[in-house]
């Protein structure tokens, strides 16, 4: 079993920042990606940013050039560094870990007031 720990939501305004992180712990052998996804009220469940096995990184149009995915190897972490923040950006973040099966963290409120 993967346990994915999410931190760093909160409350900004717009044109602030916010750092996201997500450590995993528990059976973790071969992580082929890990990233974050967003949620908002009455929409689906969105990419945001990912980092695959090898350092390449894919980004939502969204947030390129605001956000920044990055990853610890040794301790299993994720971050998501926000900056630019708009009031779209409000959503729950939740983090991903891919390897045999997909795992998903709890969720982090992010809000962006205007």
């Known amino acids: 079993q993967v346990q994915l720990v999410e931190s760093g939501g909160g409350l900004v305004q717009a044109g602030g920042s916010l750092r996201l992180s997500c450590a995993a712990s528990g059976s973790i052998f071969s992580i082929s990606a890990m990233g974050w996804y967003r949620q908002a009220p009455g929409k689906q469940r969105e990419l945001v940013a990912i980092i695959i096995i090898g350092g390449s990184t894919n980004y939502a149009d969204s947030v390129k050039g605001r956000f920044t995915i990055s990853r610890d190897n040794a301790k299993n972490t994720v971050y998501l560094q926000m900056n630019s923040l708009k009031p779209e950006d409000t959503a729950v973040y939740y983090c991903?870990?891919?390897?045999?099966?997909?795992?998903w963290g709890q969720g982090t409120q992010v809000t962006v007031s205007s």
């Open positions: 991903r870990l891919d390897q045999r099966y997909v795992y």
